[in-house]
């Protein structure tokens, strides 16, 4: 078989050591920096899914994350595709989408529309979750970052912070 997607329009990039990921609105591909060559990835060479929406990369364990509109996950280490489905088989009330990846040791963080959604890339499985609710109203999670022990989401109810230590995080 072969695919006939369109790759225009770019919209994330992800380097790896050899190779530099890219998200289209077709699918996905990548240029293999050691021989300039433009690999294309779809459903038909090993992804689980189609409609790529995000592509990163974990330089410290050699994992790309790839995270489909449906909310499916691949892992692609040592060549080797891996799925999680597990966000994707859930049954959310409301709209369940997956905004961001933001990774940070050895753990992809998932900014969602229904939670902060954490998964162990060494483990390959999904580690916790985190629904934000302020004032009895759930919170859409769109972006994520992090600063020495703190974690930083941009919400739909606004920027909001907290410890990431602490022990009342699950209150938050």
């Not at 329009?9 to 433009?38: M, P, Q, R």
């Not at 364990?61 to 449906?70: D, R």
């Not at 992809?108 to 229904?114: E, I, N």
């Amino acid at each position: 078989w072969k695919d006939y997607l369109s790759y225009n329009s770019a919209s994330y990039i992800a380097e790896a050591e050899n190779k530099i990921y890219c998200v289209t609105s077709g699918g996905l591909f990548y240029l293999d920096k050691e021989d300039n060559t433009i690999n294309r990835m779809s459903k038909v060479t090993g992804l689980s899914d189609v409609g790529v929406k995000q592509v990163a990369y974990s330089e410290e364990l050699e994992i790309t994350i790839i995270t489909y509109e449906n909310c499916n996950i691949d892992l692609i280490k040592t060549n080797q595709i891996i799925n999680i489905s597990d966000i994707q088989r859930k049954e959310i009330t409301g709209l369940k989408l997956i905004n961001n990846i933001t990774l940070r040791n050895g753990i992809a963080y998932l900014s969602c529309t229904f939670g902060l959604v954490l998964s162990d890339l060494e483990k390959e499985e999904i580690k916790d979750t985190y629904k934000l609710i302020l004032a009895e109203y759930p919170c859409v999670i769109n972006n994520m970052s992090y600063s020495l022990n703190s974690i930083h989401l941009s919400t739909s109810c606004g920027a909001v912070y907290a410890d990431i230590n602490s022990p009342f995080l699950n209150d938050f």
